[in-house]
């Protein structure tokens, strides 16, 4: 089992421009929720899907946009990027049904805005 | 909505020392409670998670944690450090109605000296 994986892993985008970032969840797992974590801060809930909606979401403005797929995997999408959006993003993977699975965490996709 | 407050940024301690992180959260009713810790370069990884039932509770690596309610606290502990234990410990709290979505601290980063 690959567990949670992220791609990319780092990346560097230019003020305005969008990025789109990927995870695909353990197998099994069927709830992906996406953090952003600035440096030496802790991670910051942005949005959770499940069944291809967007269930929950963190207080982010609309720039952020997500997607979930018929196979669980998961897209994050970042519109007209600000230097405050450099941060490493976190995507989770969990099973909905069962409050007590234990979410587990990809390695992250370091954004970098010049 | 529920907080966590880790009040230590960095602490320090000598291999074979105890540790103990603090934690307190804010939250009406009783939360489900969980530390991670995060390794340079990696993503989360649950330590250990209280949902209910016995108020310390044991999980990987030798960690322990224990829930009083009286306090809003979810210290962790761990009798013996060793240099492999260095890296960002968050505690998160969660609110058991709705999905799992944990809202985490701050992070301590524990420094660990031979």
């Known amino acids: 089992d690959a567990g949670v994986t992220q791609s990319p892993t780092h990346l560097i985008k230019t003020r305005g421009q969008q990025v789109t970032l990927r995870c695909s969840p353990k197998s099994g797992h069927d709830t992906v929720s996406w953090y952003q974590q600035a440096l030496g801060q802790g991670p910051q809930f942005i949005f959770q899907?499940?069944?291809?909606?967007?269930?929950q979401r963190g207080n982010f403005p609309d720039r952020f946009s997500g997607h979930q797929f018929p196979n669980y995997s998961s897209e994050l999408n970042v519109n007209a990027l600000l230097l405050g959006d450099s941060a490493l993003y976190l995507c989770?993977?969990?099973?909905?049904?069962?409050?007590?699975?234990?979410?587990?965490f990809g390695q992250g996709t370091r954004l970098t805005v010049v | 909505a529920q907080s966590v407050t880790q009040p230590d940024i960095h602490i320090t301690v000598s291999e074979g020392a105890s540790l103990e992180l603090r934690c307190n959260y804010s939250?009406?009713?009783?939360?489900?409670l969980f530390w991670y810790v995060q390794s340079p370069g990696q993503g989360l990884q649950l330590l250990l998670k209280y949902f209910s039932g016995d108020t310390l509770v044991q999980g990987i690596k030798g960690f322990e944690a224990e829930f009083k309610r009286s306090q809003s606290s979810f210290n962790l502990r761990k009798p013996s450090v060793h240099w492999s234990d260095a890296a960002e410990y968050f505690c998160?709290?969660?609110?058991?109605?709705?999905?799992?979505?944990?809202?985490f601290g701050r992070g301590t980063s524990l420094i660990v000296h031979p």
């Open positions: 989770a993977s969990s099973l909905v049904t069962d409050y007590n699975t234990e979410a587990f």
């Open positions: 998160a709290v969660g609110a058991p109605e709705g999905s799992y979505i944990p809202t």
């Open positions: 939250y009406g009713a009783t939360p489900y």
């Open positions: 899907y499940y069944e291809e909606e967007e269930r």
